[in-house]
């Protein structure tokens, strides 16, 4: 059972590129976020989805867009990247019952 | 503003010694759940706690939640170095799990 799985694990950015950090998940749950850490910060909630088609923001979602169309999956945009998006993402699901999150094992981000 | 704080940010212990580390808020939380972080990989759910006074045991880890649900601490019994990790407490605020708040850890580690 694989869990959470994001992709790419590491990846080096130029300000003002773009990229997508995927996400996808084989546990049904409706919900899914993405969150950012920062050293001395914790987590930070930058979106979140409910369900298919069903989107929202978090405590920091300046920067980045997600779109939903499966259950399974829920990729996080950055359309120009800046050097203060150099952070660990980590994209979670939650059961929905317990309100447990399952984390991925994160992806680290460098814009230099 | 941080809406959870915890305390200490970074401990070093030897093994066998007892710790214990600290959540606070200012806000009240219908739950508080904690999670272990170990490097390179996602947070774990290791508890979470629902009810004022409510005290949790989970083999040598014992959680307590605040009598007025702002607070609460988590006491390690003769630390080991597995014990070693992000110790990271997160809190529900309201009904719903869709915004749930991290504190900035606790960084522990257990000198063999």
């Known amino acids: 059972n694989a869990g959470v799985t994001q992709t790419p694990k590491f990846q080096v950015l130029k300000t003002g590129q773009s990229m997508t950090l995927q996400c996808a998940q084989d546990?049904?749950?409706?919900?899914m976020s993405w969150y950012r850490q920062d050293p001395g910060m914790g987590l930070r909630l930058i979106h979140y989805?409910?369900?298919?088609?069903?989107?929202d923001q978090g405590e920091v979602p300046n920067g980045y867009n997600v779109s939903r169309s499966t259950t399974e999956d829920f990729p996080l945009r950055l359309l120009s990247a800046a050097p203060s998006q150099t952070s660990v993402y980590f994209c979670?699901?939650?059961?929905?019952?317990?309100?447990?999150?399952?984390f991925g094992e994160g992806s680290r981000l460098t814009v230099l | 503003t941080q809406l959870l704080e915890q305390s200490p940010q970074f401990l070093s212990i030897q093994e066998g010694e007892n710790l214990t580390v600290y959540c606070n808020s200012s806000?009240?939380?219908?739950?508080l759940q904690w999670y272990r972080q170990e490097p390179g990989e996602g947070p774990v759910l290791l508890v979470t706690?629902?009810?004022?006074?409510e005290v949790k045991k989970l083999k040598r880890l014992t959680f307590q939640f605040g009598d007025a649900r702002k607070d609460s601490s988590l006491h390690i019994t003769a630390a080991q170095p597995g014990d070693t990790g992000l110790y990271l407490c997160?809190?529900?605020?309201?009904?719903?799990?869709?915004?749930?708040?991290f504190g900035p850890g606790t960084s522990l580690s257990v000198i063999p």
């Open positions: 997160a809190g529900r605020i309201g009904t719903s799990y869709d915004k749930v708040i």
């Open positions: 806000s009240v939380f219908s739950s």
């Open positions: 546990m049904n749950h409706e919900y």
């Open positions: 706690v629902v009810t004022g006074g």
């Open positions: 989805s409910v369900g298919a088609g069903i989107t």
């Open positions: 979670a699901s939650r059961a929905i019952y317990t309100g447990e999150l399952f």
